[in-house]
């Protein structure tokens, strides 16, 4: 199985909010599950499935 990843501005836009509001989720601890690697954000899509 592959595993998709999406950067902040790929899955904001996904997720139809502003880079800042996913931000400002992390911050706070809510929000999508995400992976901080060598100082990048992704988000693998199987723990956040965008809903239709």
Not at 11 to 19: D, F, G, T
Not at 24 to 32: E, F, V
Request: net charge positive; hydrophobic share 35%.
């Amino acid at each position: 199985m592959e595993v998709i990843h999406l950067n902040q501005r790929n899955h904001a836009q996904c997720r139809h909010v502003s880079e800042e509001t996913l931000e400002r989720w992390r911050c706070d601890g809510i929000g999508p599950k995400f992976l901080k690697l060598t100082g990048r954000v992704l988000y693998r899509l199987v723990d956040n499935p965008l809903r239709a």
